[in-house]
C-alpha cells in the first residue's frame, strides 16, 4: 500500500496521455483504412486532453486548473465535429468508388 | 453507523450480482444467454448498488436524482437487449430460410 | 487516511491499465467492428479518468460527446456492411516496428521536455489563481463557465465557428439517405426519452452557472434526442423541415454570440467585456443559443447531410 500510495498521480495520468498519444500517432500513420485513421487519431487527441487535464490537476484537497479544462471541453466538442466531417466525407467516398 | 454499515453491505451484495453478470457475459455460450445474464443480473446489481447510496444521500432531492438514474438505467437496458435478441432473432430465421 | 490514499493509488493504476489497453486493442485490433466497439469503452472510460481527475465537465462531455455521439457517428459508417471488415497492415513487420520505436522516442522525448518545465508552469502558466480571483466579476460562479463564456470567450466564439464550418461542409455533400426502420419498442422509448432528455438538457444548461454543466453538456442531451428521433424513423430528426429555420437555428450561438461582442465594443465596453451587472444575462442568452446550436449541429452531424423533407 504505501510503495503504492508513493506514485505521483499526475506523474502517472501525464504518463499515460502521452503514450496514448503515441500509440495514436503510430495507428494514423500506420493504417490503410481512413476510419481506422480516424478512429487513431482521436486516441491521439484524447491523448493529448489527458495531458492537459493532468497538468491541470492539483491533487485531492486543492481545485483543479479551471483553464485547461475550458480548453479540453471546447476541444472534446471541435474534435467530434471534425470526426463526423470527416466520416461523411469517406463514406461519400466509399459510395463513389462502390458505383 | 448502522446506515452505513447497511449501505456496505448493499453495495457488496451489488458487487457480486454484477461480477454474475460479468462471468455470464464471458462464459456463456450465445448471444442470448449472454443478453439474459447481463439484463438480470447486472440490473439486479445495479438495483442493491443505488439502495445502498440511498442510505448516504445528504436530502430527497439527491435521493429523487438516484432513483431517476435508475430507472433510466432499467428502460435503457430492457429495451436495449430486447432490440439486440431481436436483431439476432431474425438473422437467424433469415439464415434457416436461405439453408 | 493513509489506507484510502493507498486505495486511490491502486484504482489510479487499474484506470489507466484498462485505459492504455483499451487504446491499444482499439488501434490494433484487425476487426473494424471491434475496433470501434474498443473505441467506445476507450471513452467511457475515459470519462471515468476526468472525474477522477476532478473534471466533472469533461466527464460529463466524454460520456455525451466523446463516447456516445463518437460511437453514433462510427456505427453510422457501419450500418450497411453487416459481415465482418478486417485490416490488415500493408506494410512489412519492419516497417511496423520501427514506426513503434520512433513514436515511443517522441513520447519519451515529449514526456521529458513536459516533466522539465512543469515546475516553472506552477508559477508562470497557471491561471487557476487569477480565474479564482476574478471569478465574482464574471457573471457565474463555476469556473469553468467563467472562463467559457467570459474570461476566454474569444475562444469559445472561434470554436463554435469551427462547429458551423463543419456543419457547412458536412451539409454541402448533398442529401441523406432514407430514414431508418424502427421496432414498436424503441419508438415507444424514443417518446418517452425525448421530453426527459430535453428537460435535462434545461436543467444542464441552468447548472452550469454555479456547478459543472453548460452549453455543451446540454446541447449534447439535445443531439441525443435528436440521434433518438432518427433511430426512431423520423426522417427528420424532429428539426425544422423550413430550410431557413434549420440555417437560423445553425448559425443562432455563433451570430449572437458575435452580435453581442460587437454592440458591447459599439457601446464602448471592449469586445466581449459585459457589463458586470449584466455579465450573467449576456452569458446566459449566449448559452441558450450556442445550446441549440449545438444540438442541432450534433444532430445534423450524425445524419451526415440534408434531410430529404427539407424544403426550400
Known amino acids: 500500500m504505501v510503495g503504492l500510495s508513493a506514485i505521483n498521480p499526475q506523474f502517472l495520468y501525464v504518463c499515460a496521455g502521452i503514450f496514448l498519444f503515441a500509440i495514436g500517432l503510430w495507428g494514423t500513420w500506420l493504417h490503410a483504412h481512413y476510419v481506422r485513421k480516424i478512429i487513431s487519431l482521436n486516441v491521439m487527441g484524447a491523448g ?45 467516398l466509399e459510395d463513389a468508388t462502390d458505383e | 453507523m448502522i446506515l452505513d454499515a447497511l449501505s456496505v453491505l448493499l453495495l457488496l451484495l451489488g458487487l457480486f450480482f454484477f461480477v454474475s453478470g460479468l462471468l455470464g457475459l464471458w462464459r456463456f455460450p450465445d448471444t442470448f444467454a449472454r443478453l439474459h445474464a447481463l439484463t438480470k443480473a447486472d440490473n439486479l446489481g445495479l438495483g442493491l ?16 436524482k438516484f432513483i431517476l438514474v435508475w430507472l433510466l438505467a432499467l428502460v435503457a437496458s430492457a429495451v436495449n437487449a430486447h432490440l439486440i435478441a431481436v436483431f439476432l432473432h431474425r438473422q437467424q430465421e433469415g439464415h434457416d430460410e436461405s439453408a | 487516511m493513509n ?60 460520456a455525451a460527446i466523446g463516447a ?43 514526456a521529458w521536455g513536459l516533466f522539465s518545465v512543469l515546475p516553472t508552469v506552477e508559477q508562470t502558466w497557471r491561471k487557476g489563481a487569477a480565474v479564482d480571483a476574478q471569478l465574482a466579476f464574471s457573471g457565474v460562479s463555476h469556473p469553468v463557465t467563467a472562463v467559457l463564456l467570459n474570461f476566454r470567450a474569444w475562444d469559445t466564439l472561434l470554436e463554435l465557428a469551427v462547429l458551423l464550418a463543419a456543419i457547412f461542409g458536412i451539409r454541402a455533400l448533398g442529401y441523406v439517405r432514407s430514414a431508418y426502420v424502427t421496432e414498436v419498442a424503441f419508438s415507444q422509448l424514443a417518446v418517452w426519452l425525448v421530453p426527459l432528455l430535453i428537460l435535462m438538457a434545461g436543467y444542464v444548461l441552468w447548472a452550469g ?13 439535445l443531439a441525443g434526442a435528436g440521434i433518438l428521433l432518427r433511430l426512431a424513423g423520423y426522417s427528420h430528426a424532429g428539426l425544422p423541415t423550413t430550410r431557413w429555420l434549420v440555417r437560423l437555428g445553425l448559425v443562432a450561438g455563433t451570430g449572437v454570440f458575435l452580435l453581442v461582442g460587437l454592440g458591447l465594443l459599439g457601446w464602448g465596453q471592449g469586445f466581449l467585456h459585459y457589463p458586470i451587472a449584466y455579465a450573467k444575462w449576456w452569458i446566459l442568452l449566449i448559452e441558450m443559443l450556442a445550446t441549440v446550436s449545438i444540438g442541432m449541429t450534433l444532430t445534423l452531424a450524425f445524419m451526415g447531410g440534408i434531410p430529404q423533407k427539407e424544403a426550400a
Not at chain 1, 60 to 85: F, K, M
Not at chain 3, 209 to 221: T, Y
Open chain 1, 48 to 92: 493529448v486532453f489527458l495531458t492537459l487535464i493532468a497538468v491541470a490537476y492539483r491533487g485531492e484537497h486543492l481545485p483543479p486548473d479551471p483553464v485547461p479544462h475550458a480548453l479540453v471541453l471546447t476541444g472534446i466538442v471541435v474534435a467530434v465535429s471534425a470526426t463526423a466531417l470527416a466520416l461523411v466525407i469517406i463514406r461519400r
Open chain 3, 209 to 221: 452557472a454555479h456547478s459543472p454543466g453548460g452549453a455543451f453538456q446540454a446541447g449534447a442531451l
Open chain 2, 49 to 64: 448498488v443505488m439502495t445502498g447510496l440511498l442510505f448516504q444521500v445528504p436530502d430527497v432531492l439527491w435521493a429523487i
Open chain 3, 68 to 110: 456516445g455521439l463518437g460511437g453514433a457517428l462510427l456505427m453510422a459508417t457501419l450500418r450497411r456492411d453487416t459481415h465482418q471488415q478486417t485490416d490488415q497492415f500493408p506494410q512489412h513487420p519492419v516497417v511496423l516496428w520501427g514506426v513503434g520505436v520512433l513514436v515511443m522516442v517522441l513520447g519519451t522525448a515529449i
Open chain 3, 3 to 62: 489506507l484510502l490514499d493507498g486505495l486511490w493509488g491502486v484504482l489510479d493504476l487499474l484506470l489507466v491499465a484498462v485505459l492504455l489497453l483499451l487504446a491499444m486493442a482499439a488501434v490494433l485490433s484487425s476487426d473494424r467492428r471491434r475496433s470501434m466497439m474498443l473505441f467506445i469503452v476507450f471513452g467511457l472510460v475515459l470519462a471515468l479518468v476526468w472525474a477522477r481527475l476532478h473534471a466533472p465537465d469533461i466527464a460529463l462531455a466524454e
